[in-house]
């Protein structure tokens, strides 16, 4: 089989940690662009979901870092974070050991992975999970790109993961769900927590939808830096299932920011059927 | 300056049982483990998340130190201002800024 979805998401901690401090009007039509997504996996019947992440200095710190690492184990469990925090309850999330070793062996072809056979899930999992898995009953492969910090992999070698994913599924028998997820521009846990720069992020937006590669790989770590902060980096997750769905366009579901989430909030398809 | 020393720690103390083990039974005695300066030892201590964060210790591993302190999340966002009022801007690390905000 193949991928049969591919999309991304934002997983920042507020939206569920923080949910009764958002305004409703906003707050909840993000929830229903969740809960449309849901349903669309949900009809491509997939048998597993990557989840191409941003950890959060949860599992990896700066004495090993990995640019790349994909989970290796038959199960993990999150969140990590204080439960009542996160406002997600710790659970044990199925893995899929077979699946995550026959798609690093092919992914290596291309891609330097490191991988673990150990990982705690942080909001950057939990959070989609907890709105696109909620019985938690779908077999989940995360991928994790390093985007808290220099020095960190150019983009095009995100680019090239997600080439690189899509063709590993292909040559597989499960049916395959995608989905990367974090901010666009943002700065969270800084004194400009808040701070979006919308006109960034549409215009990113736009770039990744219309899934332009060149486009995509013009973005300059300092220009992020400036224009969408360090949390900006994350459109390395955005821009590798770009590289999934090479030659299809997508779709804007949902985009607002919301800055008690301290994210604009994104949910879009990728129109790869 | 060990910026890498301090956020390593709070890394332990955010993720590893056994260390949160040890910052409930003996602080002073986990404080030694690691290579802190003395305002580094004084900033865990307090905790002056404000100096911690213009130190340079990244947000995403002091804000669940925060948390384990007792700070909501708006207390944690106003005590990094303050910190930046009281101590200046950003000194090493991801949020030092040449032009400043």
Same mark, same amino acid.
């Given at each position: 089989?193949?991928?049969?979805?591919?999309?991304?998401?934002?997983?920042?901690?507020?939206?569920?940690?923080?949910?009764?401090?958002?305004? +409703?009007?906003?707050?909840?039509?993000?929830?229903?662009?969740?809960?449309?997504? /849901?349903?669309?996996?949900?009809?491509?019947?997939?048998?597993?979901?990557?989840?191409?992440?941003?950890?959060?200095?949860?599992?990896? &710190?700066?004495?090993?870092?990995?640019?790349?690492?994909?989970?290796?184990?038959?199960?993990?469990?999150?969140?990590?974070?204080?439960?009542?925090?996160?406002?997600? $309850? #710790?659970?044990?999330?199925?893995?899929?050991?077979?699946?995550?070793?026959?798609?690093? $062996?092919?992914?290596?072809?291309?891609?330097?992975?490191?991988?673990? $056979?150990?990982?705690? &899930?942080?909001?950057?999992?939990?959070?989609?999970?907890?709105?696109?898995? +909620?019985?938690?009953?779908?077999?989940?492969?995360?991928?994790?790109?390093?985007?808290?910090?220099?020095?960190?992999?150019?983009?095009?070698?995100?680019?090239?993961?997600?080439?690189?994913?899509?063709?590993?599924?292909?040559?597989?028998?499960? /049916?395959?769900?995608?989905?990367?997820?974090?901010?666009?521009?943002?700065?969270?846990?800084?004194?400009?927590?808040?701070?979006?720069?919308?006109?960034?992020? /549409?215009? &990113?937006?736009?770039?990744?939808?219309?899934?332009? #590669?060149?486009?995509?790989?013009?973005?300059?770590?300092?220009?992020?830096?400036?224009?969408?902060? $360090?949390?900006? &980096?994350?459109?390395?997750?955005?821009?590798?299932?770009?590289?999934?769905?090479?030659?299809?366009?997508?779709?804007?579901?949902?985009?607002?920011?919301? +800055?008690?989430?301290?994210?604009?909030?994104?949910?879009?398809?990728?129109?790869?059927? | 300056?060990?910026?890498?020393?301090?956020?390593?720690?709070?890394?332990? @103390?955010?993720?590893?049982?056994?260390? %949160?083990?040890?910052? *409930?039974? *003996?602080?002073? !005695?986990?404080?030694?483990?690691?290579? @802190?300066?003395?305002?580094?030892?004084?900033?865990? %201590? =307090?905790?002056?998340?404000?100096?911690?964060?213009?130190? !340079?210790?990244?947000? =995403?591993?002091?804000?669940?130190?925060?948390?384990? %302190? !007792?700070?909501?999340?708006?207390?944690?966002?106003?005590? @990094?201002?303050?910190?930046?009022?009281?101590? !200046?801007?950003?000194?090493?690390?991801?949020?030092?800024?040449?032009?400043?905000?």
């Amino acid at each position: 089989m193949s991928l049969v979805f591919a999309g991304v998401c934002s997983h920042a901690p507020g939206i569920t940690g923080r949910k009764e401090m958002a305004d +409703p009007t906003v707050r909840d039509p993000l929830y229903r662009a969740f809960d449309r997504m /849901r349903a669309a996996l949900e009809a491509t019947r997939p048998d597993a979901l990557i989840v191409i992440a941003a950890e959060h200095f949860a599992n990896f &710190f700066m004495n090993n870092m990995p640019a790349f690492c994909v989970g290796m184990a038959d199960h993990y469990e999150g969140p990590i974070e204080d439960e009542a925090w996160l406002g997600i $309850q #710790r659970r044990r999330i199925p893995g899929a050991e077979a699946l995550s070793h026959g798609l690093i $062996q092919e992914v290596m072809n291309d891609v330097d992975l490191a991988y673990a $056979q150990e990982w705690k &899930f942080d909001h950057g999992l939990m959070v989609p999970l907890h709105f696109l898995t +909620p019985r938690y009953d779908l077999p989940v492969v995360p991928v994790n790109i390093n985007c808290q910090g220099p020095p960190l992999i150019p983009l095009h070698r995100c680019y090239a993961l997600g080439r690189a994913l899509k063709r590993a599924c292909a040559a597989r028998a499960e /049916r395959i769900a995608l989905i990367g997820t974090g901010g666009i521009s943002h700065w969270p846990a800084t004194p400009d927590s808040g701070r979006i720069n919308e006109a960034w992020d /549409r215009n &990113f937006l736009t770039k990744l939808l219309a899934n332009n #590669r060149e486009d995509l790989l013009a973005y300059r770590d300092d220009e992020t830096w400036r224009e969408a902060g $360090q949390g900006g &980096f994350e459109i390395r997750t955005f821009i590798s299932v770009a590289g999934a769905a090479e030659g299809h366009t997508g779709e804007l579901w949902f985009y607002a920011p919301i +800055p008690i989430f301290a994210v604009g909030c994104t949910v879009a398809v990728m129109n790869i059927s | 300056m060990s910026l890498y020393s301090v956020q390593k720690l709070l890394f332990h @103390l955010n993720r590893d049982p056994r260390v %949160r083990r040890c910052f *409930d039974e *003996d602080f002073e !005695g986990l404080l030694t483990e690691y290579e @802190l300066s003395q305002e580094e030892r004084a900033a865990v %201590r =307090q905790p002056d998340l404000g100096l911690l964060y213009v130190m !340079g210790v990244n947000g =995403q591993i002091l804000m669940h130190y925060a948390a384990l %302190r !007792g700070y909501e999340w708006r207390a944690y966002i106003e005590a @990094l201002r303050e910190g930046e009022r009281r101590y !200046g801007p950003v000194r090493a690390g991801l949020y030092t800024r040449a032009e400043g905000r």
